[in-house]
Nanobody, 117 residues
């Protein structure tokens, strides 16, 4: 239902763009978020976007990350700039999807981001 992609290995200071695409009998994608889990740490919220486009960010990524959405493509993006080693982890998308007038919450499978020189 949700396919996340775009992770990889990047040097400190580099950029990546993650994508999360919903598929199936979708009426709309609503609120969406990206979480991450670093090795040995709890999963944390990185960024969130409402159905209306309002965004919130973790303090650690403000000014570097940008969450956006393309409703026509049922896709949510996370543009990550000026990456540092503390951004390493598995990134998960979490999306509320309305199907046949009912709203369900889905998690993507996770995509690995490694920041290393």
């Amino acid at each position: 239902q949700l396919q996340a992609s775009g992770g990889g290995l990047v040097q400190p200071g580099g950029s990546l763009r993650l994508s999360c695409t919903a598929s199936g009998s979708i009426d709309s994608i609503d609120a969406a978020a990206w979480d991450r889990q670093a090795p040995g740490k709890q999963r944390e919220l990185v960024a969130r976007i409402t159905s209306g486009g309002s965004t919130t960010y973790a303090d650690s990524v403000k000014g570097r990350f940008l969450i956006s959405r393309d409703n026509a493509k049922n896709t949510v993006y996370l543009q990550m700039n000026n990456l540092n080693r503390e951004d390493t982890g598995v990134y998960y998308c979490n999306v509320d999807i309305t199907e046949r007038l009912l709203t369900y919450n889905y998690w993507g499978q996770g995509t690995q981001v490694t920041v290393s020189s």
